[in-house]
């Protein structure tokens, strides 16, 4: 038997063992694999409902109860017709995204003056408010509604758009504070510091500085409050009395008859009323995850 062995030339680099990272290539492609899979069918769940429900908007109420799920073969689209002109579907479109918009927009501005504030001061004071507010997540709103209707009655706010919007921004002001706060208190005050050096004032500081950083925040704040109202059945149904002032979800029931329904025309208002919530996420998609998001790298 030799006993000499073949040298290596100095310097030189072993081989690599591509065997031994085969398994975990394999792993993790199976992995993404079954995320993927995942995903694609919660996608279709998820949009499943949305197609019955414009497939149904575009049939006949007798081809419905011949078969429920068919496709529409012949679309119709005189249901969509009906409901905006003669069930006044496009009254109740305006009352909403007036009593919607209104509201979401007070109660965004009050909240990101509050949190601003709450988030640069230390005192005492302003543990207690914040407190305050935070006590609000904690109140069962549909358990105050004999006050809340007094409380507009004496205003003589019932059956008052105007009555809606304040009620609303008011419920939303505790849960934008909470948010808002927070994402203030992760800006570094070096940022105001540099800005009151060169010369800014506090509003051109807030405006130009400080909300630009938190549009990720604001995002989500706006669209975890307009889905809710948008949505809401409960109390335009207490508060409107007049049918000219319902919004979209009571305007709704004006479809149920007591001995028929029309079903096809209250598809066509349920595809009218998910319309400006699909936009909505459409646009405002990036914005909602970076504020989602936001602090999970750290």
């Known amino acids: 038997m030799s006993l000499l062995t073949e040298k290596k030339p100095a310097g030189s680099v072993p081989a690599a063992e591509p065997t031994r990272r085969r398994p975990a290539r394999r792993k993790g492609a199976a992995g993404r694999f079954a995320v993927s899979g995942f995903l694609w069918v919660y996608a279709v769940i998820a949009v499943a409902p949305l197609l019955v429900m414009v497939f149904s908007s575009l049939r006949t109420t007798r081809e419905m109860a ?20 003669q069930a006044s579907f496009g009254t109740f479109f305006v009352n909403s995204l007036l009593v919607t918009i209104g509201s979401v927009l007070i109660s965004t501005v009050v909240s990101l003056l509050a949190a601003y504030a709450l988030a640069r001061s230390k ?10 507010f935070l006590s609000g997540l904690m109140l069962p709103v549909y358990l105050a509604i004999l006050p809340v209707f007094y409380l507009l009655d004496a205003m ?7 009555g809606l919007v304040m009620l609303y921004a008011a419920l939303g002001i505790p849960f934008s504070v909470f948010v808002l706060t927070s994402f203030f208190r992760q800006l570094p005050l070096e940022l105001e510091e540099a800005a009151r050096i060169d010369g800014a004032g506090s509003f051109t500081m807030f405006w130009h500085i400080m909300l630009p950083l938190v549009k990720p925040a604001i995002a ?12 809401d059945f409960f109390y335009p149904l207490i508060l409107m009395r007049s049918k000219e002032n319902y919004t979209l979800p009571v305007g709704l029931t004006t479809f149920f008859g007591e001995y028929q329904t029309d079903w096809p025309t209250l598809f066509a208002g349920l595809v009218i009323a998910t319309i ?4 909505l996420f459409l646009v405002a998609t990036k914005q909602i995850v970076a504020g989602l998001t936001a602090g999970m790298s750290k």
Request: glycine share 2%.
């Open 66 to 85: 011949r078969s429920p799920l068919a496709l529409p073969l012949n679309p119709n689209f005189a249901s969509y017709t009906k409901a905006w002109v």
């Open 156 to 162: 003589g706010l019932v059956d008052n758009k105007f």
């Open 276 to 279: 400006p919530l699909v936009v």
């Open 220 to 231: 989500t704040v706006v669209v975890f409050r307009f889905v809710p109202i948008w949505n």
């Open 123 to 132: 005192s005492r004071v302003t543990s207690i408010v914040e407190a305050v």
